[in-house]
């Protein structure tokens, strides 16, 4: 079984919904980040987050320890925000980041 | 904005190979790592490195495999012997930090034929 899980694995939506992809784990954490990868191939970081929520922009991360649940929200989503969205754990004790297999959003005007 | 940059974007390898990736994490970063995509798959932790030297491995990461940060600049993972296995997209990472954020590379894409 994956350490980091992602549902769903695919994702439509139309220009303008709310979007919400999540990610459950299955270990003991000290921060999870979430990522985006664009079809190039680039990884770029959008929260690292360890209680609580954050915003930035258009985008809220928010985490619950004790369920070991996270959650990235999308809001008034754009065709820009086409891409695979990656949830990883840093493992408690380590520096190792496991990686969840990702979400592939896709949103069409 | 400072980037982590890599080079080269591309490289294509025959079995049996040398090759070395090569990476220039931000300036003031001090934690750096390699992580690896197989097409298809998800993203996987290799090395980490701090201090100069390796503080965690994956089981992956080999004898096959060294990294090495020879100029306080350029920070490399060298793969001896390449398989066939071994073709995926290379990213490096840094942060400043323990508690920060990791700022990742555009990644080398390695083709072992």
């Known amino acids: 079984k994956n350490e980091v899980e992602q549902s769903p694995q695919n994702l439509t939506a139309q220009e303008g919904e709310f979007i919400t992809i999540n990610c459950s784990y299955s270990v003991g954490i000290s921060a999870l980040h979430w990522l985006q990868q664009h079809p190039g191939g680039g990884i770029v970081s959008l929260f690292m987050?360890?209680?609580g929520k954050k915003k930035h922009g258009r985008l809220i991360a928010t985490i619950n320890i004790q369920e070991k649940h996270s959650s990235l929200h999308i809001t008034a989503s754009h065709p820009r925000d086409s891409a695979v969205y990656i949830c990883?754990?840093?493992?408690?004790?380590?520096?190792?980041?496991?990686f969840g297999t990702g979400t592939r959003l896709q949103v069409f005007p | 904005e400072p980037e982590v940059t890599q080079t080269p974007s591309h490289q294509v390898t025959q079995m049996g190979q040398e090759v070395i990736l090569r990476c220039v994490p931000i300036s003031n970063h001090l934690y750096f790592y390699w992580y690896r995509q197989i097409l298809g798959q998800k993203v996987e932790f290799l090395v980490s490195f701090y201090n100069n030297e390796i503080s965690e491995k994956s089981e992956i990461f080999d004898d096959q495999f060294s990294v090495e940060r020879p100029d306080g600049s350029n920070f490399t993972l060298k793969i001896r012997s390449t398989k066939l296995e071994d073709s995926a997209m290379y990213f490096c990472?840094?942060?400043?930090?323990?508690?920060?954020?990791?700022?990742f590379g555009p990644g080398t894409r390695l083709t072992v034929t």
């Open positions: 990883a754990v840093r493992r408690a004790g380590t520096d190792k980041l496991i």
């Open positions: 987050l360890s209680s």
């Open positions: 990472a840094s942060k400043r930090d323990r508690d920060y954020e990791q700022y």
